[in-house]
């Protein structure tokens, strides 16, 4: 599968926006020079570069602070700055810490919502829906019912490979354990669970997919060659935490549900501003794979926090399969980046001099009937909760049952309104509500 991301997205001059040389007493700092780049690029690629309020660059110390304000806060919430090579690393899967991510449930116990499988707690036999008594022999409901995120993060430490803490968990057989567990750097695996559900109606593949990142594309594979081998007839897919990424991970994903030769459909077409866009926008085809499905239908397990490319792929396959929503609204982010690495133009040999990440908002995205600017999110078809008792693929979790009944034409009941439970992570080491287009070179 051709990948046009990454290095290439990131490698990128801006030919555009001198400046008149700067007082021989006075060098601009980076962060300035930064800012003042950013303030350039922002006039010319982004979306709303209309609404922007024209300000004084020198009253703001970074490009942060002129990005915060610039920004068009009626729609933007997304455009961010970030260090260069920390978003290099997360889009690479590189993460530090336990790998774990907590919840409260509706009984106000902490359950483990998620688990990566590079956690020294997987081997332990630790999973979703076991409760999570004590940090260090500190109680974390409470913590957890106050809605402290502060004391969590205290408790838990920095995200520094080597730091250790001790759980206390209750398993499904309700037995207390404690495991010291202690943080390391690993990739992250983006298929959480994959499984083939034996069902009335056939047999029917279930995905749970987290992030569409760098090692997404050899998972798909191998999530969708074990479906294909089994001879699946219906697909759930599960993007109920996903908050986005690569948007050629999303042309994969949404062309694996497909059939081989059905790469003369539209898949997403890109929008720009009036500016770029006669040059920029574009459409895409879905693209050939390895182990497509040939469905004719798919059914989305979402939440609020299904962002971004999980929307693409989701919008994507409405015009060409019956599609099916199971859950909660998504999160509504009808729009993405392209990103510039800065300084630019860099010809820093054999490694680019980046210090910072510009990714401001710079396009919406439509489906082939030209569907898209859900602002306000995607509406389930049926309402259900996130279980968090139950691991991912257990049937008896009320999303995924959910699912089930409507694949196999039964009603389901859930209680209005449906308790969304509080979920907190190991910080913010991988971007969220992250969408990110091809690359794009700049000349005025």
């Not at 969590?152 to 057989?173: K, Q, R, V």
């Not at 309104?417 to 070179?441: A, F, M």
Request: net charge negative; glycine share 8%.
């Amino acid at each position: 599968m051709k990948r046009v991301f990454i290095v290439s997205l990131l490698i990128i001059p801006l030919l555009f926006g001198c400046k008149k040389d700067p007082e021989p007493s006075k060098t601009p700092t980076l962060e300035e020079r930064a800012r003042d780049g950013l303030y350039d690029l922002m006039k010319y690629v982004y979306l709303w570069y209309s609404n922007m309020p024209t300000v004084k660059t020198s009253d703001y110390t970074g490009p942060e602070q002129l990005l915060e304000a610039v920004r068009y806060r009626p729609r933007d919430k997304w455009s961010f700055i970030a260090d260069y090579e920390s978003f290099m690393a997360s889009m690479q899967g590189s993460f530090v810490g336990h790998g774990i991510r907590m919840g409260l449930d509706n009984a106000n116990n902490v359950r483990v919502v998620s688990l990566y499988e590079g956690s020294d707690l997987w081997p332990k036999g630790v999973r979703r829906g076991w409760i999570v008594k004590e940090i260090n022999g500190t109680a974390i409901a409470p913590i957890f019912i106050s809605g402290n995120n502060t004391a969590y993060n205290n408790l838990m430490g920095p995200p520094t490979a080597g730091t250790s803490n001790t759980f206390t968990f209750i398993d499904p057989d309700n037995q207390e354990v404690t495991y010291t567990s202690v943080k390391s750097s690993f990739t992250i695996n983006s298929v959480t669970a994959s499984k083939v559900l034996d069902l009335t109606g056939g047999k029917t593949g279930y995905l749970c997919f987290e992030t569409f990142i760098e090692p997404s594309e050899q998972e798909l594979n191998e999530a969708f060659a074990d479906f294909k081998a089994s001879n699946v007839t219906d697909l759930i897919i599960d993007l109920r935490y996903n908050t986005g990424g690569y948007m050629s991970i999303a042309q994969q994903l949404a062309s694996l549900v497909l059939t081989w030769d059905d790469t003369t459909k539209v898949c997403y077409k890109l929008t720009y501003n009036n500016l770029v866009g006669p040059e920029w926008n574009e459409s895409f085809n879905f693209v050939r794979t390895e182990s497509p499905l040939g469905l004719d239908r798919v059914v989305f397990i979402t939440t609020r926090s299904s962002a971004s490319a999980s929307e693409v792929v989701i919008n994507s396959l409405m015009p060409w399969v019956d599609v099916k929503l199971v859950g909660d609204t998504t999160h509504g982010k009808p729009a993405g980046m392209n990103i510039w690495g800065y300084p630019f133009p860099s010809d820093a040999v054999p490694k680019p001099d980046y210090k910072y990440v510009f990714a401001p908002i710079t396009f919406e995205y439509l489906n082939s009937d030209d569907q898209g600017r859900f602002y306000d999110g995607i509406k389930p078809d049926v309402r259900a909760a996130d279980d968090i008792t139950h691991d991912f693929g257990d049937p008896e979790e009320a999303s995924l049952q959910a699912a089930i009944n409507l694949l196999e034409g039964k009603k389901s009941v859930t209680a209005e309104p449906v308790r969304r439970p509080t979920i907190w992570s190991e910080g913010n080491q991988l971007p969220t509500d992250l969408i990110l287009g091809p690359s794009k070179e700049i000349g005025k």
